[in-house]
């Protein structure tokens, strides 16, 4: 069974700092790799998808990349903000696996003012 | 487009009841999931359908647990009997094509609570 995994579960920093967030993926033979982002009680909202022709992907201060030789995915946030404080999932899009997706278990993040 | 849609936002039902879950994808994706989310197991893929057809419902954890697409834009996620367990939220999500072309789009989510 394909495998995705975050690292760290959680991360507090302080407001401003630049952070990453690490994924990985115990599978290459991926198609898409997408980063979420949920508030708590509410839905997921997609962050960044990068197709796996492509090696990252940029939405404002966020970057994502994706290094499907070595099974890994950042989620580079810059200059963080307290409205980043969200728990970040990324999910893998396994050629095995058509158009499911894998979730990773996340990662929650706290921005401190 | 006003994204994935679902209904209700919350539920609160008695152990026993018949619980219905409604969806309605984005006009123009062929392809529709539904997840449950639990702190306990994370999101879970019950069953995803292809053009209305059901292509993997492994995921569906008993025959309490029913799904049918009846067109493009509708789909329910059906739960007769509820229990106490089934208490999650569950996500409803559409994607343009295969492989996640375009990425997941998912609804807000159906908050359930059995008790």
Request: proline share 5%.
């Amino acid at each position: 069974k394909q495998e995705v995994t975050q690292i760290p579960a959680a991360l507090s920093v302080p407001e401003g700092e630049n952070l990453v967030l690490n994924c990985s993926f115990t599978d290459s033979a991926i198609y898409n790799l997408q980063w979420f982002r949920q508030d708590p009680g509410k839905g997921l909202t997609s962050l960044l998808l990068i197709q796996s022709s492509q090696r990252e992907q940029t939405s404002g201060r966020l970057n994502a990349s994706l290094d499907k030789s070595s099974g890994r995915s950042t989620l580079y946030i810059a200059a963080s903000q307290p409205g980043d404080s969200a728990t970040y999932l990324c999910a893998a899009y396994l050629e095995t696996s058509g158009s499911r997706l894998t979730f990773g278990e996340g990662t929650q993040l706290t921005v401190n003012p | 487009d006003a994204g994935v849609i679902q209904s209700p936002r919350h539920e609160v039902t008695e152990m026993g009841q018949e619980v219905t879950l409604r969806c309605k994808p984005i006009s123009g994706h062929d392809y529709l999931f539904w997840y449950r989310q639990t702190m306990m197991r994370g999101l879970e893929l019950l069953i995803y359908f292809n053009n209305n057809v059901p292509i993997d419902d492994s995921g569906m954890p008993e025959d309490r647990f029913s799904a049918k697409m009846p067109n493009a834009s509708f789909s329910t996620l059906k739960i007769q009997p509820s229990e106490p367990r089934d208490s999650a939220v569950y996500f409803c999500a559409s994607s343009l094509a295969a492989g996640g072309a375009g990425g997941y789009t998912f609804g807000s989510g159906t908050r359930l609570t059995v008790v």
